[in-house]
Each structure stands twice: as C-alpha cells, then as structure tokens.
C-alpha cells in the first residue's frame, strides 16, 4: 500500500515536472496567424460570393455556388499538398472554414486509396470530417425541432 | 540447486564473457534525415523518402530489407551466415520486418520495442551470439514518416498544427551485424541492461519524450548500480528518442537523484534535425535511435573521438487504441554499452 501510494505521488510530482518544463505556446502569436490566415480564407470566400451575386439573380443561389468554390479550392490545396501547411500555420484559422472541412474529407481519401476505392478510399474518408456531418446533422434537428416547437418554423 | 546467471552483474546487467562485435552495418536514410545535421554521417541517402513506391509501407519494408542487405555486404558476408534475423518496426504486427524477413529467408525473430528496438535487437544478438546459439546475428529496423503518421497520428494531409512536443518520425532503415570478437574490428558491445516498462502517468501521446524520459532514467540509473559506474566512466551517454523535450526531463530527472551528466548527454532525436522548425522536438521512429547509433556513433568510435558508449534507446510502447481510451503512455528504455578496443 505505501509503496503504490509513494508511486502515486511520484507519478504525480512528476506531471507537474512535465508541466513546468513544457514549452510555452505564444498564444497571441498563433492567434494572429489564425487570424490572418481564417480571415484571408474568408476574405477570399466572400469575393467569390460577390462574384457570383453580381452574375446570379438569387442570393441561395450565389451561396451555394460559393459553398462549392470554396470546397473545391479546399480540395485542390490538398491535392497539391499545401493545405496541411496552411494548417500548420493557421491552425483553427484554416481547420474552421468550410475548405478546412475539405481537407479533412479529402486528405483521408488520399490517405487510404491504396487500401481500395470502396473499403478504403470511401470507407475511410470520413474518418476526420464524421463528426462534422453526426455532429451536424443532430444540431440541425433540434434546431427545426425547437423552431417548430416555438412557432418559430417556416 | 539455486540457478546461477554467471554473466549477471547487480540485479538487472547482463556482463558478455565474450564481447561480440558489429562487424558490418548500414544506414540508409530518407531526404530529411540526410540533409540535417547528421546527415554525413549515413551512408546512403534516398532522394524520394517513397523510393518509387506506391505506399508508405511497401518504401518502410524496402528501406528495411535494402539496408538488412547492405549491411550483410559490409561485412563481407552472404545470408547463410547468419543464423538470425531480428528484426521490429512501429507498424502493427511489425509487418515490415516480417515482410523482409521473407525475402532475406534466414530464422526470423520479429521483436517489438517501439522506438527501443535498436538496443533490444543488437542486446539479444550479442547475447545470442556470446552464448554460443548462433554464429552471426542481423539486427535491422526501420520506419517511415508517413506510415507511421497514417498508423498513429492523422492523415499525411491533414490540416494540423504540430506542437513543439510533437516528435517527427524518422524516415529510413538501418541494419548490423553482430559477430565473435574474432571477426573485424568494430565496437564490441560489453553489457546490456534490459529495462522494466515505466509509466508515470503521461496520457498525452503527442508528448513522447515526457512519456519515456522517466524510463531512460530508470534504466540509466540500474546500470548505473549494476556496474558501478558513473557517466565519467563513459565517453558518451546517448539516449533516443527523448528529444528536446524528453531529454529536458530526463536530465532534471537524473539531477534529483544527484548524478550529473554535464557535456556527456546526447539525444539522438533531439540531434537528428537540428533545429528544423517542422520537426517540433525531434525526430522519434525505431530506425531513428539505430540510424544514431549505426551511423554516428559507429563511425565517430572507429574515428576514436568515443571509447566507451553507453546507448539508451527509448521506446513508447502505446497505441491509438489505447491512447484513444484515455490509457497513458508506457515507456521502456534498453541500455548497451559499446567499446572499442
């Protein structure tokens, strides 16, 4: 018994080591990045929205068609192998917009083609980006299901 | 009759009657590995860390088998003068090494230390080789940034940002052989002290050196007793793959119980790339600690700058499944001491 609890308080003392002795992220600086770098994927995003607003009559129209941009740049950053580095220097900045999103479906596709199209490239691909689309989807639920609740629905 | 281990020394330190030598030995690099620090040191570097090969594991399992063979040439030798293979990777069921084992068709004994297995490898060689079970022993590891990443970690092409904790996984293979002290004229490797596995509780797997450095030290401290020595006996203390971050810890570590290790420490992971902004604290992967020892470490012993080496190759022996159910991360860590004549 003593000698567990003296490896207990061992083990412990020995987090706190690591605690201390960790490197110190610069948060304001990584906050700065993402900043830059999230805003600039946002910046872009509403100029291709802008774009098509001033070439689509409809604004659901101009948005999806923006949604779709944005997803197939997100693709081909990844395809060409940038996009981990955008991440890199982003993080959440890159990871949050919706080509973060395509990068994480796309990356694991890339990721497990060699174990086959169907068990690993289709299988696998949503091993990153499932929790987006549960996760999603459940949100959207209970949000109609309130809104119905409430009156507040269409 | 109460058994009797002749060639114990303390309670954990086999002493060889017979010291085997390395007698041929080859490190075979990937580009990253090449172009950094001790990169002059290996001796063939591969300029697409893919080899020309579709997957990640098919280049691991060739880097793996292609060094295994060039170290057999160095040595002048051809696979039926081998009596073993032993061989381990970081992949599941230590494919790559089984994968070469088939080819190079000599007794196989696959082992699994995680990044340790340099130290368990080339320990159970000469102890096999002292012990009069075999003639000859080849030792061969490798790893590979990107199927260990897959295996580990995320996809190759995932958006992530890396912490400085973050370790790199080295891209290569490296092989020796490991003979009587009859044969060449390599290092010979004196004792070994085989380490318990230590967990003091890290469950954070992107902070591997912090998960290993208590079982660095706890081995390091066993010979330490088991041979009365101290680091002024050795020329050279070299640990892998604690990396920067590890190798902090583990000297805090060693500090308390008083011993000091002054200029004496080195970290293979933590030497492997510099300060190369990617890397975060260093490099880790089995062939990393091998790649140190076979390269480095050989070659500045033949060149006479060490005498007397004591290696702790350290090893995190978790996996995503058991990381991902919240278990921490345990360590081990293998010592060898190497000599020259």
Request: charged share 20%; aromatic share 8%; with cysteine.
């Amino acid at each position: 018994m003593d000698r567990d609890r003296k490896a207990i308080e061992g083990a412990k003392d020995y987090q706190r080591l690591v605690q201390q002795l960790a490197p110190k992220p610069n948060a304001a600086r990584l906050a700065a990045r993402a900043f830059l770098v999230g805003g600039t994927i946002c910046f872009l995003g509403q100029f291709v929205f802008d774009y098509f607003r001033y070439r689509q009559p409809t604004e659901g129209e101009a948005i999806a068609a923006t949604l779709a941009s944005m997803i197939l740049l997100g693709v081909v950053l990844t395809a060409l192998g940038v996009y981990d580095d955008v991440g890199q220097l982003g993080g959440m900045g890159a990871a949050v917009p919706i080509t973060g999103f395509a990068n994480a479906l796309t990356s694991a596709a890339m990721d497990f083609r060699r174990e086959g199209f169907v068990l690993g490239m289709a299988a696998k691909m949503f091993v990153i980006a499932g929790p987006v689309i549960v996760f999603g989807i459940l949100a959207g639920t209970l949000t109609g299901l309130v809104a119905w609740l409430v009156g507040a629905g269409p | 009759m109460p058994a009797i281990a002749v060639q114990r020394l303390g309670e954990y330190t086999v002493q060889l009657r017979q010291p085997p030598r390395i007698v041929g030995a080859f490190t075979l690099m990937g580009p990253r590995e090449g172009a950094g620090p001790l990169g002059q040191y290996f001796d063939a570097i591969v300029d697409d860390d893919m080899w020309g090969e579709v997957s990640a594991e098919k280049a691991e399992r060739k880097y793996l088998e292609h060094a295994a063979r060039r170290a057999l040439d160095q040595a002048g030798l051809a696979e039926q003068d081998v009596d073993y293979l032993i061989a381990g990777d970081l992949l599941n069921q230590i494919v790559s090494a089984t994968f070469s084992a088939r080819s190079l068709g000599i007794p196989y004994l696959g082992v699994f230390a995680a990044c340790a297995t340099s130290a368990l490898g080339l320990g159970l060689a000469a102890m096999l080789v002292d012990g009069g079970y075999a003639r000859r022993v080849l030792v061969a590891t490798a790893s590979h940034y990107q199927s260990v990443e897959r295996q580990y970690r995320y996809p190759i092409e995932l958006n992530i940002q890396r912490k400085e904790t973050n370790q790199w996984t080295a891209t290569g293979g490296a092989a020796a052989v490991v003979a009587p002290p009859g044969e060449g004229a390599g290092p010979r490797i004196t004792r070994i002290t085989f380490g318990r596995v230590v967990d003091w509780g890290i469950k954070d797997a992107n902070d591997m050196g912090a998960a290993m450095a208590p079982a660095a030290c706890d081995t390091l401290l066993r010979h330490f007793q088991d041979t009365n020595t101290t680091p002024g006996d050795y020329d050279l203390i070299i640990t892998g793959d604690l990396a920067k971050v590890g190798s902090k810890l583990f000297r805090a570590l060693v500090e308390r119980v008083g011993v000091t290790l002054g200029g004496k420490h080195m970290d293979g992971g933590a030497s492997m790339y510099g300060t190369a902004p990617w890397a975060g604290a260093g490099a880790s992967g089995s062939v990393c600690s091998m790649a140190v020892l076979l390269g480095y470490v050989y070659k500045e012993m033949a060149r006479g700058r060490y005498r007397r080496v004591l290696a702790l190759p350290t090893g995190c022996l978790h996996s995503p499944t058991t990381w991902q159910q919240g278990d921490s991360c345990p360590g081990i860590s293998h010592a060898i001491v190497l000599e020259t004549d």
